[in-house]
């Protein structure tokens, strides 16, 4: 299994939004779900939202309804999360993972996030 | 949604054998799944569909469920096993994944 790749760390003012990206391979995109998680500092695991690519199938997280937004894109086998809105809460580490039978493996090396004034 | 719930923390014995917990309402319908995390690392994959594993998982990590409670049992327990441990399940109800709360596992 090859572990997807993430982009870099990131700080943002209260407001704005963030995108982060998730290179995967292209067995993952032709095959299998990608989904996003986020820990807060000293926190446990929470689901945002996840895509099917070869569909474009997005579901999300009642909780993030309205500011989540994942994509893909095929030609890169890139996914991405854009979270809107940020507030200090958003701080955390996010990552993406391919999901195979409602299960989450590999994982990105994950994405910091910080929101911050 | 589902509410899966594990025990804070659990101290262990090098050699000796940890247990972790994982209750939630009909669990025992759901199928589990269980991740290590190291500090400052990603979540890996120990245990998927309540009791197998991953290629490269030891022998020493084991999953089991009943109608109330999933456990992961780590046997001979090393230095390298201390981190925080995760159960995870899929809600059909609200088609939603669940993680529950963690547990820390420290080796004394």
């Known amino acids: 299994q090859v572990q997807p790749v993430q982009s870099g760390a990131e700080v943002k003012k209260p407001g704005s939004s963030v995108k982060v990206s998730c290179k995967a391979s292209e067995d993952t995109f032709s095959k299998y779900t990608i989904s996003w998680v986020r820990q807060a500092p000293g926190q446990g695991l929470e689901w945002m939202g996840r895509?099917?690519?070869?569909?474009?199938?997005?579901s999300y997280a009642q909780k993030f309804q309205g500011r989540l937004t994942i994509t893909a894109d095929e030609s890169t086998t890139t996914a991405y999360m854009e979270l809107s809105s940020l507030r200090s809460e958003d701080t955390a580490i996010y990552y993406c993972?391919?999901?195979?039978?409602?299960?989450?493996?590999?994982w990105g090396q994950g994405t910091l996030v910080t929101v911050s004034s | 949604s589902s509410v899966l719930s594990q025990s804070p923390s659990v101290s262990v014995a090098p050699g000796q054998t940890a247990r972790i917990t994982c209750g939630g309402h009909?669990?025992?319908?759901?199928?589990v799944h269980w991740y290590q995390q190291r500090p400052g690392q990603a979540p890996l994959l120990v245990v998927y569909d309540d009791s197998d594993r991953p290629s490269g998982i030891p022998e020493r990590f084991s999953g089991s469920k009943s109608s109330t409670t999933a456990a992961l049992t780590i046997s001979r327990v090393e230095a390298g096993d201390e981190a925080d441990y995760y159960c995870?399940?899929?809600?059909?109800?609200?088609?939603?994944?669940?993680f529950g709360s963690g547990t820390k596992v420290t080796v004394l």
């Open positions: 895509i099917i690519p070869v569909f474009g199938t997005i």
């Open positions: 995870q399940v899929w809600d059909s109800s609200s088609d939603s994944y669940v």
């Open positions: 009909d669990i025992g319908s759901k199928t």
């Open positions: 993972a391919r999901v195979r039978n409602n299960w989450f493996a590999p």
